[in-house]
Nanobody, 114 residues
Framework: VQLQASGGGSVQPGGSLRLSCVVSGFPLDRLSIGWFRQAPGKERELVAAITSGGSTNYVDSVKGRFTISRDNAKNTVYLQMNSLKPGDTAVYYC?????????WGQGTEVTVSS
């Protein structure tokens, strides 16, 4: 399976971004997918996940601000990020759950700064 994340950028605090993760090489409707992030000097963390059945989970720090969704017909998983904070600054990655070691890709960078 291959996953390609995109949609990052620079925004001011309170702004929004939508990240996209295009999945290829395996039927998306059979995968659980997670959005992960790694801030400078910190370990990579799972911030949001969606199962093949559509159930979602979020790390506490993003609950109420981030929404993960999937469009199996487009082989794409999205992460809508609202009310962004400087603490959300990181490189964001998507991967299957459990993660595939060779599928991390380069991620997409999100910078939240005034």
């Amino acid at each position: 399976v291959q996953l390609q994340a995109s949609g990052g950028g620079s925004v001011q605090p309170g702004g929004s971004l939508r990240l996209s993760c295009v999945v290829s090489g395996f039927p998306l409707d059979r995968l659980s997918i997670g959005w992960f992030r790694q801030a400078p000097g910190k370990e990579r963390e799972l911030v949001a996940a969606i199962t093949s059945g559509g159930s979602t989970n979020y790390v506490d720090s993003v609950k109420g601000r981030f929404t993960i969704s999937r469009d199996n017909a487009k082989n794409t998983v999205y992460l809508q990020m609202n009310s962004l904070k400087p603490g959300d600054t990181a490189v964001y990655y998507c991967n299957a759950i459990p993660p595939k070691s060779r599928a991390w890709g380069q991620g997409t960078e999100v910078t939240v700064s005034s």
